[in-house]
Protein backbone atom coordinates (compact mmCIF):
# COMPACT_ATOMS: atom_id res chain seq x y z
CA UNK A 1 0.00 0.00 0.00
CA UNK A 2 1.08 3.67 -1.00
CA UNK A 3 1.99 5.95 1.56
CA UNK A 4 -0.90 8.01 0.70
CA UNK A 5 -2.98 5.52 1.05
CA UNK A 6 -2.09 4.36 4.48
CA UNK A 7 -2.05 8.04 5.88
CA UNK A 8 -5.95 8.28 4.28
CA UNK A 9 -6.93 5.47 6.31
CA UNK A 10 -4.94 6.76 9.32
CA UNK A 11 -6.92 10.19 8.86
CA UNK A 12 -9.80 8.24 8.31
CA UNK A 13 -9.78 6.17 11.39
CA UNK A 14 -8.75 8.77 13.90
CA UNK A 15 -11.59 11.32 13.00
CA UNK A 16 -14.10 8.86 13.26
CA UNK A 17 -13.26 8.14 17.05
CA UNK A 18 -12.52 11.67 17.85
CA UNK A 19 -10.42 11.10 21.54
CA UNK A 20 -10.11 7.47 21.06
CA UNK A 21 -6.71 6.07 21.89
CA UNK A 22 -5.38 3.69 19.34
CA UNK A 23 -1.96 1.84 20.49
CA UNK A 24 0.96 2.17 17.66
CA UNK A 25 1.32 -1.26 16.86
CA UNK A 26 -2.50 -1.08 15.68
CA UNK A 27 -1.53 0.30 12.30
CA UNK A 28 1.57 -1.20 12.38
CA UNK A 29 -0.38 -4.03 12.36
CA UNK A 30 -3.20 -3.15 10.11
CA UNK A 31 -0.35 -1.83 7.57
CA UNK A 32 2.61 -4.38 8.32
CA UNK A 33 5.16 -1.83 8.29
CA UNK A 34 7.51 -0.56 10.94
CA UNK A 35 6.98 1.67 13.52
CA UNK A 36 9.21 4.46 12.14
CA UNK A 37 7.10 4.13 8.87
CA UNK A 38 3.97 4.66 10.64
CA UNK A 39 5.55 7.33 12.97
CA UNK A 40 6.45 9.11 9.78
CA UNK A 41 3.13 8.55 8.22
CA UNK A 42 1.30 10.06 11.26
CA UNK A 43 3.31 13.01 11.03
CA UNK A 44 2.40 14.00 7.71
CA UNK A 45 -1.35 13.35 8.87
CA UNK A 46 -1.16 15.62 11.79
CA UNK A 47 0.23 18.25 9.37
CA UNK A 48 -2.50 17.65 7.14
CA UNK A 49 -5.18 18.06 9.77
CA UNK A 50 -3.60 20.53 11.68
CA UNK A 51 -3.92 22.67 8.36
CA UNK A 52 -7.44 22.26 8.32
CA UNK A 53 -8.04 23.90 11.67
CA UNK A 54 -10.04 21.09 12.78
CA UNK A 55 -7.93 19.25 15.42
CA UNK A 56 -4.73 17.71 15.35
CA UNK A 57 -3.15 14.25 16.31
CA UNK A 58 -1.77 13.81 19.75
CA UNK A 59 1.07 11.06 20.70
CA UNK A 60 1.18 9.54 24.49
CA UNK A 61 4.55 7.44 24.88
CA UNK A 62 4.36 4.74 27.24
CA UNK A 63 3.46 1.17 27.88
CA UNK A 64 -0.37 2.78 28.14
CA UNK A 65 0.03 5.21 25.22
CA UNK A 66 -0.87 5.48 21.28
CA UNK A 67 -2.40 8.10 18.88
CA UNK A 68 -5.85 10.01 18.80
CA UNK A 69 -7.27 12.70 17.07
CA UNK A 70 -8.09 15.88 19.18
CA UNK A 71 -11.21 17.96 18.06
CA UNK A 72 -10.69 21.50 18.15
CA UNK A 73 -11.88 24.85 16.08
CA UNK A 74 -9.66 28.08 15.59
CA UNK A 75 -10.53 31.60 16.84
CA UNK A 76 -11.61 32.55 13.43
CA UNK A 77 -13.64 29.68 12.87
CA UNK A 78 -15.57 30.43 15.97
CA UNK A 79 -16.26 34.13 15.30
CA UNK A 80 -17.45 33.06 11.84
CA UNK A 81 -19.50 30.08 13.49
CA UNK A 82 -20.70 33.22 15.91
CA UNK A 83 -21.81 35.63 13.42
CA UNK A 84 -23.66 32.45 11.78
CA UNK A 85 -25.29 31.53 14.69
CA UNK A 86 -26.60 35.20 15.39
CA UNK A 87 -28.05 35.98 12.31
CA UNK A 88 -29.98 32.69 12.05
CA UNK A 89 -31.10 33.41 15.71
CA UNK A 90 -31.98 36.85 14.77
CA UNK A 91 -35.31 35.85 12.51
CA UNK A 92 -38.50 38.06 14.06
CA UNK A 93 -40.36 34.48 12.85
CA UNK A 94 -38.67 33.05 15.80
CA UNK A 95 -40.62 34.98 18.42
CA UNK A 96 -43.37 32.79 20.12
CA UNK A 97 -44.29 35.50 22.60
CA UNK A 98 -43.85 35.93 26.21
CA UNK A 99 -39.82 36.33 25.67
CA UNK A 100 -39.49 32.36 24.52
CA UNK A 101 -38.37 31.73 20.89
CA UNK A 102 -38.35 28.88 18.67
CA UNK A 103 -34.81 27.07 18.50
CA UNK A 104 -35.80 23.51 17.62
CA UNK A 105 -34.38 23.80 13.94
CA UNK A 106 -30.84 24.89 15.12
CA UNK A 107 -30.53 22.81 18.00
CA UNK A 108 -31.76 19.87 15.28
CA UNK A 109 -29.25 20.78 12.87
CA UNK A 110 -26.57 18.50 12.68
CA UNK A 111 -24.41 21.08 10.99
CA UNK A 112 -24.18 23.29 13.67
CA UNK A 113 -24.79 21.32 16.16
CA UNK A 114 -21.26 19.64 15.13
CA UNK A 115 -19.69 22.97 14.96
CA UNK A 116 -20.78 23.64 18.42
CA UNK A 117 -19.87 21.09 20.04
CA UNK A 118 -15.96 21.70 18.68
CA UNK A 119 -16.19 24.83 20.95
CA UNK A 120 -16.87 23.18 23.77
CA UNK A 121 -14.83 20.08 23.26
CA UNK A 122 -11.63 22.41 22.64
CA UNK A 123 -12.71 24.43 25.68
CA UNK A 124 -13.22 21.43 28.39
CA UNK A 125 -11.07 18.84 26.64
CA UNK A 126 -8.44 19.33 29.64
CA UNK A 127 -10.96 18.95 32.09
CA UNK A 128 -10.93 15.42 33.23
CA UNK A 129 -14.49 14.65 32.39
CA UNK A 130 -15.75 11.31 32.75
CA UNK A 131 -19.47 11.80 31.15
CA UNK A 132 -21.36 14.36 29.14
CA UNK A 133 -24.41 14.84 30.98
CA UNK A 134 -27.79 17.55 30.08
CA UNK A 135 -31.19 17.42 30.60
CA UNK A 136 -34.04 15.85 28.11
CA UNK A 137 -34.66 16.79 25.11
CA UNK A 138 -33.43 19.82 23.11
CA UNK A 139 -29.76 19.53 24.62
CA UNK A 140 -29.11 16.38 23.66
CA UNK A 141 -28.10 16.55 20.31
CA UNK A 142 -25.63 19.02 21.44
CA UNK A 143 -24.17 16.78 24.06
CA UNK A 144 -24.33 14.20 22.31
CA UNK A 145 -21.37 15.56 19.36
CA UNK A 146 -19.58 17.13 22.63
CA UNK A 147 -19.51 13.60 24.04
CA UNK A 148 -18.57 11.86 20.63
CA UNK A 149 -15.75 14.70 20.29
CA UNK A 150 -14.19 13.77 23.59
CA UNK A 151 -14.84 10.31 23.56
CA UNK A 152 -16.91 10.02 26.80
CA UNK A 153 -20.06 8.58 27.60
CA UNK A 154 -23.58 10.46 27.43
CA UNK A 155 -25.86 10.43 30.94
CA UNK A 156 -28.83 11.71 30.10
CA UNK A 157 -30.88 13.00 33.25
CA UNK A 158 -35.06 12.74 33.03
CA UNK A 159 -37.60 14.77 33.28
CA UNK A 160 -39.84 11.88 34.30
CA UNK A 161 -38.45 8.45 35.71
CA UNK A 162 -38.64 5.41 32.83
CA UNK A 163 -39.05 1.61 33.65
CA UNK A 164 -36.57 1.13 31.37
CA UNK A 165 -34.30 3.07 33.28
CA UNK A 166 -34.51 0.93 36.44
CA UNK A 167 -34.26 2.46 40.15
CA UNK A 168 -33.77 6.28 40.11
CA UNK A 169 -32.84 9.21 42.22
CA UNK A 170 -34.81 12.28 41.31
CA UNK A 171 -34.74 15.76 42.85
CA UNK A 172 -37.34 18.87 42.56
CA UNK A 173 -35.56 22.13 41.27
CA UNK A 174 -36.88 25.48 40.37
CA UNK A 175 -36.83 26.39 36.54
CA UNK A 176 -37.02 30.06 35.84
CA UNK A 177 -37.62 29.43 32.38
CA UNK A 178 -41.44 27.90 33.40
CA UNK A 179 -41.67 29.83 36.37
CA UNK A 180 -42.55 26.91 38.33
CA UNK A 181 -40.83 23.84 40.47
CA UNK A 182 -40.09 20.84 37.96
CA UNK A 183 -38.60 17.56 38.97
CA UNK A 184 -35.55 15.39 37.05
CA UNK A 185 -34.12 12.14 37.87
CA UNK A 186 -31.45 9.91 36.95
CA UNK A 187 -30.78 6.26 36.79
CA UNK A 188 -28.34 5.05 39.33
CA UNK A 189 -26.40 2.56 37.22
CA UNK A 190 -26.00 5.97 34.84
CA UNK A 191 -22.82 7.48 36.88
CA UNK A 192 -20.34 6.02 39.02
CA UNK A 193 -19.63 7.63 42.59
CA UNK A 194 -16.88 10.39 42.79
CA UNK A 195 -16.45 10.76 39.02
CA UNK A 196 -16.43 14.00 36.92
CA UNK A 197 -18.74 15.44 34.55
CA UNK A 198 -19.39 18.29 31.97
CA UNK A 199 -22.35 19.61 31.48
CA UNK A 200 -23.90 20.63 28.08
CA UNK A 201 -27.11 22.49 27.54
CA UNK A 202 -29.00 24.39 24.80
CA UNK A 203 -30.08 27.25 26.71
CA UNK A 204 -30.31 28.62 29.72
CA UNK A 205 -32.37 31.34 31.69
CA UNK A 206 -32.11 31.61 35.13
CA UNK A 207 -29.63 28.57 35.46
CA UNK A 208 -32.40 26.41 37.73
CA UNK A 209 -32.09 23.30 35.01
CA UNK A 210 -28.29 23.44 35.07
CA UNK A 211 -28.14 24.09 38.84
CA UNK A 212 -30.15 21.23 39.02
CA UNK A 213 -28.33 18.62 37.21
CA UNK A 214 -25.16 20.07 39.47
CA UNK A 215 -27.48 18.92 42.55
CA UNK A 216 -28.56 15.43 40.74
CA UNK A 217 -24.96 14.37 40.26
CA UNK A 218 -23.83 15.79 43.60
CA UNK A 219 -26.52 13.00 44.76
CA UNK A 220 -23.91 10.24 43.39
CA UNK A 221 -20.70 12.35 44.54
CA UNK A 222 -20.20 13.22 40.93
CA UNK A 223 -18.60 16.77 40.69
CA UNK A 224 -19.01 19.10 37.60
CA UNK A 225 -16.05 20.37 36.44
CA UNK A 226 -17.31 22.25 33.38
CA UNK A 227 -20.19 23.35 31.94
CA UNK A 228 -21.12 24.31 28.44
CA UNK A 229 -24.25 26.57 26.88
CA UNK A 230 -25.67 27.24 23.59
CA UNK A 231 -27.57 30.44 24.06
CA UNK A 232 -27.55 31.83 27.63
CA UNK A 233 -30.33 35.01 28.33
CA UNK A 234 -29.09 37.91 29.46
CA UNK A 235 -32.10 38.26 32.41
CA UNK A 236 -32.63 37.66 34.88
CA UNK A 237 -28.96 38.91 35.64
CA UNK A 238 -28.43 36.77 38.22
CA UNK A 239 -27.91 33.26 37.50
CA UNK A 240 -28.00 29.92 39.81
CA UNK A 241 -24.81 29.40 39.13
CA UNK A 242 -21.38 31.41 38.00
CA UNK A 243 -19.19 29.38 35.93
CA UNK A 244 -20.31 28.53 32.75
CA UNK A 245 -19.22 28.91 28.74
CA UNK A 246 -21.74 30.58 26.15
CA UNK A 247 -21.68 30.71 22.62
CA UNK A 248 -23.98 33.64 22.43
CA UNK A 249 -25.63 35.94 24.85
CA UNK A 250 -29.59 36.54 24.07
CA UNK A 251 -30.33 40.10 25.30
CA UNK A 252 -33.96 42.08 24.76
CA UNK A 253 -37.15 39.86 22.61
CA UNK A 254 -39.48 42.72 21.22
CA UNK A 255 -42.36 40.87 20.31
CA UNK A 256 -44.05 44.60 19.26
CA UNK A 257 -40.90 45.53 17.14
CA UNK A 258 -40.07 42.13 15.97
CA UNK A 259 -36.69 42.49 16.75
CA UNK A 260 -34.34 39.96 18.89
CA UNK A 261 -30.95 40.96 20.27
CA UNK A 262 -28.20 38.60 20.55
CA UNK A 263 -24.73 38.91 21.37
CA UNK A 264 -21.44 36.52 20.55
CA UNK A 265 -19.28 35.62 23.71
CA UNK A 266 -15.81 37.55 22.71
CA UNK A 267 -13.92 35.24 25.65
CA UNK A 268 -15.13 31.90 24.93
CA UNK A 269 -11.64 30.63 25.45
Partial sequence: ??????????????????????????????????????????????????????????????????VRFMSSITAEAVEALQAEFCERLRDSSRILGGGFLYTSDLMFDTALVSKLASIFARKFRDSGADYVATVETKGIPLATMVAHQLDLPLVIIRREAKVSEGSTVSINYFSGSYDRVQKMSISKRAVVPGSKALVIDD????????????????????????????????????????DYTAVLYLGDVDEENHTIQVFPNEHIF
Avoid at 32 to 47: C, G, P
Avoid at 210 to 222: H, M, P, Q, R, W
Fill in 1 to 66: MKRTERIGIIVKTLTDSPGKLYPLHYFCELFDVAKSSISEDLSLADSSIRSTGTGYIETISGAKGG
Fill in 203 to 242: FMRGGGSTKGISDILAEFDVSVVGVGIAIVSLEPEKKRLT
